[in-house]
């Protein structure tokens, strides 16, 4: 999942599945929710292509139509690993649309709720907290640059609140309020 912003500013993400391979490419996709069937629809925009130097970097190409790019990767976190290890995406599967990307590294959780808008378009925001078992996470909705636009400072909003409950490593309960 790559989560970005489309020219106007907004967020906006994109999903791309494939073996793993080294490079690793895919199709990529974007997706809008469809209120009447209750389901992501999915378009294929484009393609993605990750190509890692070592286990710290590596380079991301992409191609959204006919607009194309590359980027340098590292990670955005390192550090410790954390004792409770939460990462990955968490969902309730009785509720699709929606979903929790989680990234712990030693005492920090850093968290992105992706879900659709009223306007029925993907969205995300982002938020940090201790890595503890009751962690409110604050969240912050972003303004920022398309992929090939010029890079402009982040315009940074409330965008509500995630109130984690976990049970150990691999079990929660969470309480969403985004926007």
């Known amino acids: 999942t790559w989560f970005t912003y489309q020219d106007d500013g907004t967020p906006t993400w994109y999903v791309a599945v494939g073996a793993y391979a080294r490079p690793w490419s895919a199709p990529m996709s974007r997706f809008v929710w469809d209120p009447v069937a209750q389901r992501a629809v999915e378009t294929r925009v484009g393609q993605l292509r990750l ?13 959204i139509g006919s607009r194309a790019g590359s980027e340098p990767l590292q990670p955005l976190l390192s550090g410790a690993t954390p004792v409770l290890d939460r ?3 968490w969902y309730d599967t009785t509720q699709p649309g929606w979903g929790l990307g989680v990234h712990t590294l030693g005492d920090i959780l850093f968290n992105v ?8 378009q993907p969205r995300w ?7 503890i078992d009751n962690a409110v996470v ?7 640059f398309c992929p090939d636009c010029a890079h402009k400072v982040l315009v940074l909003s409330p965008g509500g609140e995630v109130r ?9 309960t969470a ?5």
Not at 125 to 131: H, K, L, M
Not at 138 to 144: D, I, T, V, W
């Open 113 to 120: 709720a992706y879900f659709y808008d009223s306007a029925n």
């Open 87 to 89: 990462t990955g995406n």
């Open 51 to 63: 190509n890692f130097t070592d286990a710290q970097h590596g380079q991301v190409d992409w191609q």
């Open 164 to 172: 984690y409950q976990f049970n150990g490593a691999r079990a929660a």
């Open 175 to 179: 309480r969403v309020d985004v926007f």
């Open 125 to 131: 925001v982002v938020g940090t907290s201790n890595n």
């Open 138 to 144: 604050a969240m912050q909705s972003a303004r920022g």
